[in-house]
């Protein structure tokens, strides 16, 4: 970004910078400096006093936090509505307990990898950022291509649908809620998180914790009332004789489909790597929040379902639509609106955590140069990316308007996973192309070649069974590759369209009030700068 390109919005803001190191162009976008003001009078004092000196993102996100992160991007509606999936799949309930089981261990195998690259690749933008180091900028532009156009838009669509029916149905007892009515309450609810994410990162990670803590309680109320049936002795479909019984035996393509339906209500463990940047201590926490959060997770899915099938059959567990609330009729009686309001708080914090995370995947990606370089622009004072949040929020309006969510859905899910695999596959090239280089946490190699074993195995049976879906998948992926080389590689582009978007990101930054952040030197060195430990050289952090 050129230093002109921001001098109209320091105008703006009354501020002048004062350079503290050369300014790093190119790639990262970003110039490493401190923000001074003017000389003020008397009554500026106090609004000067606001602005931070140093305006960079801020490290909020605590232990804590960082949990809450993680637990509240895998618990969305999937466990209280669609555990049928599952069941459906394999066959009988106790493999369909075992899936979830080994669902939950299967992303305990892709956090520890995504561990190791986390504290090794410090960088916000997950998967992301983690490829673009390792296999180069197109493949990471592919990556990024898919999930800022139609993955994260999609996905925060279907969660806000989900959410304005569960708090429609109420009155609507005896039909679907219009059409109109439900888009616009989606639409609602994603400007009302888009403004409290502008307007504070500790605000929106207070919303997280909390809901975060809602959704536990929901389901912890749902695991209580399972095991009061159960020591009641109402667990017919738990014992040994129908445990196990079915009609027929599943093939290998069922029971990996059901592993599918599992893996999908485990997604989300990823997303703290996508905000690294703004944990505190990451080479500390982020492991930890991974480890706590995965297997509580895995403990408190499994218990819920048990809790599910302690009242409810195969058969009419199968035949509902919205199983937490189908159990909610069963036992609660004059409480059972506890379980639909659970799942639209659980949906409008699941919506909260996508917007925070997916906003910070297109913060990077300006930085890196995939983007305009707006979107890797922070709020002067607020200290919130104002404009990737605006994008994110844009993008789904769009796809709610289009309507065809679940459609897309479909194509992209095939598109999440071959993600996770390229990338767990870098950790491995990484380790063969840079061995030496110092890792905080290193897992055992068997770590991440089990999850590509099982990885590859149901990508497999996904090409099987749904070859036009995934084909649909990898099309819309590929279709970047023109955008990538027009408007990333090509650098010589006419003095015109330079212009144009000189003039775009002036406007940009006067309308939001945003500059570039100070990275720390650690935030933009590449790797192999950190520690050679072959080399005996130093790395930033004093590690030697």
Same mark, same amino acid.
């Given at each position: 970004?050129?230093?002109?390109?921001?001098?109209?919005?320091?105008?703006?803001?009354?501020?002048?910078?004062?350079?503290?190191?050369?300014?790093?162009?190119?790639?990262?976008?970003?110039?490493?400096?401190?923000?001074?003001?003017?000389?003020?009078?008397?009554?500026?004092?106090?609004?000067?006093?606001?602005?931070?000196?140093? !305006? =960079?993102?801020? +490290?909020?996100? %605590?232990?804590? &936090?960082?949990? *809450?992160? $993680?637990? @509240?991007?895998?618990? /969305?509606?999937?466990?209280?509505?669609?555990?049928?999936?599952?069941?459906?799949?394999?066959?009988?309930?106790?493999?369909?307990?075992?899936?979830?089981?080994?669902?939950?261990?299967?992303?305990?195998?892709?956090?520890?990898?995504?561990?190791?690259?986390? !504290? =090794?690749?410090? +960088?916000?933008? %997950?998967?992301? &950022?983690?490829? *673009?180091? $390792?296999? @180069?900028?197109?493949? /990471?532009?592919?990556?990024?291509?898919?999930?800022?156009?139609?993955?994260?838009?999609?996905?925060?669509?279907?969660?806000?649908?989900?959410?304005?029916?569960?708090?429609?149905?109420?009155?609507?007892?005896?039909?679907?809620?219009?059409?109109?009515?439900?888009?616009?309450?989606?639409?609602?609810?994603?400007?009302?998180?888009?403004?409290?994410?502008?307007?504070?990162?500790?605000?929106?990670?207070?919303?997280?914790?909390?809901?975060?803590?809602?959704?536990?309680?929901?389901?912890?109320?749902?695991?209580?009332?399972?095991?009061?049936?159960?020591?009641?002795?109402?667990?017919?479909?738990?014992?040994?004789?129908?445990?196990?019984?079915?009609?027929?035996?599943?093939?290998?393509?069922?029971?990996?489909?059901?592993?599918?339906?599992?893996?999908?209500?485990?997604?989300?463990?990823?997303?703290?790597?996508?905000?690294?940047?703004?944990?505190?201590?990451?080479?500390?926490?982020?492991?930890?929040?991974?480890?706590?959060?995965?297997?509580?997770?895995?403990?408190?899915?499994?218990?819920?379902?048990?809790?599910?099938?302690?009242?409810?059959?195969?058969?009419?567990?199968?035949?509902?639509?919205?199983?937490?609330?189908?159990?909610?009729?069963?036992?609660?009686?004059?409480?059972?609106?506890?379980?639909?309001?659970?799942?639209?708080?659980?949906?409008?914090?699941?919506?909260?955590?996508?917007?925070?995370?997916?906003?910070?995947?297109?913060?990077?990606?300006?930085?890196?140069?995939?983007?305009?370089?707006?979107?890797?622009?922070?709020?002067?004072?607020?200290?919130?990316?104002?404009?990737?949040?605006?994008?994110?929020?844009?993008?789904?309006?769009?796809?709610?308007?289009?309507?065809?969510?679940?459609?897309?859905?479909?194509?992209?899910?095939?598109?999440?996973?071959?993600?996770?695999?390229?990338?767990?596959?870098?950790?491995?090239?990484?380790?063969?192309?840079?061995?030496?280089?110092?890792?905080?946490?290193?897992?055992?190699?068997?770590?991440?070649?089990?999850?590509?074993?099982?990885?590859?195995?149901?990508?497999?049976?996904?090409?099987?069974?749904?070859?036009?879906?995934?084909?649909?998948?990898?099309?819309?992926?590929?279709?970047?590759?023109?955008?990538?080389?027009?408007?990333?590689?090509?650098?010589?582009?006419?003095?015109?369209?330079?212009?144009?978007?000189?003039?775009?990101?002036?406007?940009?930054?006067?309308?939001?009030?945003?500059?570039?952040?100070?990275?720390?030197?650690?935030?933009?060195?590449?790797?192999?700068?950190?520690?050679?430990?072959?080399?005996?050289?130093?790395?930033?952090?004093?590690?030697?």
């Amino acid at each position: 970004m050129r230093s002109e390109e921001s001098s109209g919005a320091l105008g703006v803001l009354g501020l002048r910078r004062t350079r503290t190191g050369s300014d790093m162009e190119g790639q990262n976008c970003n110039n490493i400096c401190s923000w001074t003001h003017k000389p003020a009078t008397d009554s500026k004092k106090k609004k000067e006093k606001e602005i931070p000196e140093r !305006v =960079t993102l801020k +490290k909020e996100i %605590g232990l804590l &936090s960082a949990c *809450t992160i $993680i637990i @509240g991007n895998i618990i /969305g509606s999937g466990i209280f509505i669609s555990p049928k999936g599952v069941l459906e799949h394999s066959g009988s309930v106790g493999l369909a307990l075992v899936v979830w089981t080994l669902g939950g261990c299967v992303a305990a195998l892709g956090s520890m990898c995504y561990a190791e690259l986390g !504290v =090794t690749i410090p +960088k916000s933008g %997950g998967d992301y &950022s983690y490829v *673009t180091e $390792i296999f @180069g900028g197109l493949t /990471g532009f592919l990556l990024l291509w898919s999930a800022v156009l139609i993955m994260y838009p999609t996905t925060l669509a279907v969660i806000a649908l989900t959410f304005s029916s569960y708090v429609l149905q109420p009155v609507f007892q005896n039909c679907a809620p219009p059409y109109m009515a439900t888009r616009l309450l989606s639409a609602t609810c994603l400007l009302l998180l888009t403004w409290v994410n502008c307007s504070s990162v500790r605000m929106a990670t207070r919303i997280q914790d909390v809901f975060t803590v809602g959704k536990l309680m929901a389901l912890c109320l749902i695991i209580v009332v399972g095991l009061v049936q159960i020591f009641d002795g109402n667990y017919e479909a738990l014992t040994t004789k129908v445990v196990f019984s079915m009609d027929k035996p599943p093939s290998i393509g069922q029971v990996a489909l059901a592993f599918l339906q599992a893996s999908f209500a485990f997604s989300g463990w990823n997303f703290l790597n996508y905000v690294t940047e703004e944990v505190v201590d990451p080479r500390r926490n982020l492991p930890r929040a991974i480890y706590i959060s995965i297997p509580l997770v895995t403990f408190v899915y499994t218990l819920t379902n048990i809790a599910y099938f302690s009242s409810m059959s195969p058969e009419e567990l199968l035949s509902s639509n919205a199983v937490a609330v189908t159990f909610g009729e069963k036992l609660l009686g004059a409480f059972a609106i506890i379980m639909p309001i659970s799942v639209a708080l659980s949906t409008f914090g699941g919506i909260n955590g996508y917007l925070f995370t997916s906003s910070r995947l297109c913060f990077s990606g300006a930085r890196e140069g995939h983007l305009p370089s707006l979107l890797a622009m922070i709020h002067y004072k607020k200290c919130t990316p104002i404009p990737a949040l605006l994008v994110c929020c844009a993008a789904t309006i769009v796809i709610l308007c289009i309507g065809e969510t679940h459609n897309l859905i479909n194509y992209v899910s095939f598109i999440n996973y071959l993600s996770y695999g390229v990338t767990i596959a870098g950790l491995l090239w990484y380790r063969w192309k840079k061995p030496n280089l110092y890792r905080p946490i290193k897992v055992n190699l068997l770590v991440p070649v089990s999850y590509l074993m099982f990885w590859a195995l149901l990508l497999g049976f996904s090409l099987y069974s749904e070859p036009v879906v995934c084909g649909v998948g990898l099309i819309i992926m590929l279709t970047g590759v023109p955008v990538y080389f027009l408007g990333v590689h090509w650098k010589e582009k006419p003095k015109c369209i330079d212009n144009f978007i000189a003039w775009a990101t002036s406007v940009g930054q006067r309308l939001c009030f945003v500059v570039f952040p100070q990275i720390d030197p650690i935030e933009i060195a590449s790797p192999s700068e950190w520690t050679d430990q072959s080399s005996g050289r130093k790395s930033f952090s004093g590690r030697s």
